[in-house]
């Protein structure tokens, strides 16, 4: 899939809708997408799991970190299975193969275009159903059986258990699946938050996705639109103290809301108090 630039807020937002599949179905029905989306402020626009970032064998630091995180962190636990853990840990910094996307294009805008006003910005939206046509029949039957677009972690772990089925099962055909992550607070939930995880800890995300090109959509919003874009979700109330419940939040917003000069300014700090629960340092690969 060609990665599409946008010239005006109007461009993308009617570009997103036509992918999104919003448009078209007359006055008498009801669309529901089956899009996730994904915004970056800066280059460069990998989708590198925080796992994958690790140097060494990510298989074996993947179980160690895991092993770790549950031994030192039971008071909070999340729920019984590995997927519960997963979000957990995802949710607080841990290096996971976990990625966070989510169902609002605005929000993913919205980290899209919170930090480096110079810097063109990417937003990257994945067909989540599609993605699912290509399960191993394990997983497809627990989606099937329930009628579902997502798994939740409870019906992830029916068919994925350990990490020992997900590498078995994903051995000779690696897969991508999404599921909801639980509630382990009002970000997820006013986020929309969803997480995908990759079979195949050791590759990044777009080299799945570059081989199954008509399953996901792209593009690039040059600066100066970069600057309608914030402008409009700004008006619309997608800041820092919509989408950050609490004080954090609040902060974030108040220090971009106040920062001296032009309405795009902002520090790391600001940044690294907004970005999505991605983990990358603002100036890492």
Known sequence: MAIRTVSSWRELDDTISEVSGLRGHGTGGHSHSTMVFRGR???????????????????????????????????????????????????????????????????????????????????????????????????????DAEGALLFTTEMLARAVPDLDTLDELGADDPFLAFFEPPSLDERIITQSSVLSALS???????????????LWWAWRVPPEVKAEVRERLDQAGITERALMPGLDGLAAWLRRYYSPGSALTWDEDACAATRMADQTPPDAP
């Open 41 to 143: 402020a800066r280059p460069p626009y990998g989708l590198l799991a925080g796992l994958t970032r690790l140097t060494g064998d990510c298989r074996s630091v993947e179980r160690h970190l895991i092993r770790n995180f549950r031994k030192y962190a039971h008071r909070q636990a999340p729920g019984p299975t590995l997927w519960d853990w997963l979000a957990l840990g995802q949710h607080h910094g841990l290096p996971t193969r976990l990625l966070d996307w989510t169902f609002s294009p605005l929000v993913a805008l919205h980290f899209a275009t919170v930090a480096w006003p110079e810097e063109e910005a990417m937003l990257v939206g994945v067909d989540c159903a599609a993605v699912h046509r290509r399960l191993p029949a394990p997983l497809r039957e627990v989606l």
């Open 200 to 214: 195949d800890v050791t590759r990044p995300v777009e080299d799945w996705l570059d081989k199954h090109r008509d």
